[in-house]
T-cell receptor, first 113, second 109 residues
Framework: EPEVTQTPSHQVTQMGQEVILRCVPI?????FYWYRQILGQKVEFLVS????????KSEIFDDQFSVERPDGSNFTLKIRSTKLEDSAMYFC???????????FGQGTRLTVV | QKEVEQDPGPLSVPEGAIVSLNCTYS??????FMWYRQYSRKGPELLMY????GNKEDGRFTAQVDKSSKYISLFIRDSQPSDSATYLC?????????FGKGTHLIIQP
C-alpha cells in the first residue's frame, strides 16, 4: 500500500542551525502539506503546496520556513535558523487531485537544544 | 470562538462499550469531514471521511455529520483496548485541513 515516508525520524539540532526535513509523498498525489504538533498540543497547519508553489500558509510559517519540491518526488521543509520553540513533531501529508483524504507520514521529531 | 472544538478528554470506557466522540465547528465553508486516529508519537491515520450530512459506516466505526448543527460524531462499537489512542477530527475547505485538539480515548480491559 502506498504511503508517505519521512526522514529522519528524529533530528536533534542546536539553536540557530538550519534543518531540512524530508518527505516522499504518495507518487500520484498532487497536493502536499506540512503540519506540526508540539508535544501534547493539537496538530497545526503550516503550509500547502500545489503545482510547484505555495497555495496557503499559516501564521506559523514565517520567513524562517521554506518548502521545496526539488526533484519531483521529494518535498522538503527547511527551517533556516531554528529556535527552541520549533521543537515539535513535523508531519508531511499528501492527497490526490480527485479525492479529499490526506495521508500522513509518520513524522519527524525535531528537538532544538 | 475557535473554528473547531473538540473535548481533549481523557475519555475512559470499559472494553465492549460504545464510544461517542464529537466535534463542533463554526465555519460553514468546511466541506469535508474526517476522523484520524493517532497513536502516541505516530502520524495521524485516516479512519473515515464524509462529505454530506448523514451517517457513514465502516466496520465498527460510524461517522455522523449534521451540517445544520455544525456537529460531527464518530461512534465506535464493541470498543477494544487497541482502540486506545487520540482521535482527531479534521475539516477541509478548498485546501488544507483544520484539526480539532484530539480526544484521548482509553479503553479499559
Amino acid at each position: 500500500e502506498p504511503e508517505v515516508t519521512q526522514t529522519p525520524s528524529h533530528q536533534v539540532t542546536q539553536m540557530g542551525q538550519e534543518v531540512i526535513l524530508r518527505c516522499v509523498p504518495i507518487s500520484n498525489h498532487l497536493y502536499f502539506y506540512w503540519y506540526r504538533q508540539i508535544l501534547g498540543q493539537k496538530v497545526e497547519f503550516l503550509v500547502s503546496f500545489y503545482n510547484n508553489e505555495i497555495s496557503e500558509k499559516s501564521e506559523i510559517f514565517d520567513d524562517q520556513f521554506s518548502v521545496e519540491r526539488p526533484d519531483g518526488s521529494n518535498f522538503t521543509l527547511k527551517i533556516r535558523s531554528t529556535k527552541l520553540e520549533d521543537s515539535a513533531m513535523y508531519f508531511c501529508a499528501s492527497r490526490g487531485l480527485t479525492n479529499t483524504e490526506a495521508f500522513f507520514g509518520q513524522g519527524t521529531r525535531l528537538t532544538v537544544v | 470562538q475557535k473554528e473547531v472544538e473538540q473535548d481533549p478528554g481523557p475519555l475512559s470506557v470499559p472494553e465492549g462499550a460504545i464510544v461517542s466522540l464529537n466535534c463542533t465547528y463554526s465555519n460553514s465553508a468546511f466541506q469535508y469531514f474526517m476522523w484520524y486516529r493517532q497513536y502516541s508519537r505516530k502520524g495521524p491515520e485516516l479512519l473515515m471521511y464524509t462529505y454530506s450530512s448523514g451517517n457513514k459506516e465502516d466496520g465498527r466505526f460510524t461517522a455522523q455529520v449534521d451540517k445544520s448543527s455544525k456537529y460531527i460524531s464518530l461512534f465506535i462499537r464493541d470498543s477494544q483496548p487497541s482502540d486506545s489512542a487520540t482521535y482527531l477530527c479534521a475539516m477541509s475547505r478548498a485546501d488544507g485541513l483544520t484539526f480539532g485538539k484530539g480526544t484521548h480515548l482509553i479503553i479499559q480491559p
